[in-house]
């Protein structure tokens, strides 16, 4: 069966520092990854999906990247982090060539800028 | 733009009440709608989705949702709620031949046992 893992669960990070959240998926191949936000009041904002390996599409213009260089990996990062990226942030994925399919999601990370 | 409303964000109701959660979209064209779920400490997890057909969707648990175009409208339904279905409750939509998923901003649903 298919399973995602995200790591850390949780994170601590002062302002200015660097970010690095991994997101991997076991079970399947080819997925369509994603990274999303979620704000307290503002639902889940779509970051960063990923159709494969190398390939990057950015939703929302910020301070984060992504990057998928494998592909069932999938990492979101920052250079400098700003109190703004704190939130709690979920990868999903799902397969097939439109977004007609579920999606799965995993246990996600919260981060806290401080 | 493309956008999903959820207007109900905080639901607290009595175990056997009547569920409707109310999710408009805003899309130009066909759309696909979900509905996902989180419970407390869990995952994520879709609930129920229409593409076409039926207009009424029956998805886990119970739950079912009305596709009404002409309201643009995916409200959510349960006849009798349990304790057990506290949660949070997103309304989802997507435009075939895209990858993009736009997700309202969740209700919470309180079951008082």
């Known amino acids: 069966s298919q399973t995602i893992h995200q790591w850390p669960a949780t994170l601590v990070q002062p302002v200015g520092s660097p970010l690095s959240l991994e997101c991997t998926v076991e079970?399947?191949?080819?997925?369509?990854l994603y990274w999303y936000r979620q704000a307290a009041g503002r639902g889940l904002q779509l970051l960063f999906y990923s159709v494969g390996i190398g390939q990057i599409s950015s939703e929302v213009p910020q301070n984060l990247s992504a990057s998928r260089p494998q592909d069932r990996q999938f990492i979101l990062s920052s250079k400098k982090l700003l109190l703004s990226d704190s939130g709690f942030y979920l990868c999903?994925?799902?397969?097939?060539?439109?977004?007609?399919?579920?999606?799965?999601f995993g246990p996600g990370t919260r981060l806290l800028v401080l | 733009a493309q956008s999903v409303s959820q207007h109900n964000h905080h639901v607290i109701l009595s175990e056997a009440a009547s569920l409707e959660l109310g999710c408009n979209y805003s899309?130009?064209?066909?759309?696909?709608l979900f509905w996902y779920v989180q419970y407390p400490g869990q995952h994520l997890q879709l609930l129920l989705k229409?593409?076409?057909?039926?207009?009424l969707v029956k998805g886990i648990k119970g739950f079912e949702a009305e596709f009404i175009k002409s309201k643009f409208s995916f409200n959510l339904r349960k006849p009798s709620v349990q304790w057990s279905d506290t949660a949070e409750y997103f309304c989802?939509?997507?435009?075939?031949?895209?990858?993009?998923?736009?997700f309202g901003t969740g209700t919470r649903l309180k079951v008082l046992a």
């Open positions: 899309y130009g064209g066909t759309v696909n």
């Open positions: 999903a994925w799902s397969v097939g060539g439109t977004a007609q399919e579920t999606q799965y």
């Open positions: 079970g399947t191949s080819n997925p369509n």
């Open positions: 989802a939509a997507s435009a075939p031949g895209t990858y993009k998923y736009i």
């Open positions: 229409y593409f076409s057909g039926d207009p």
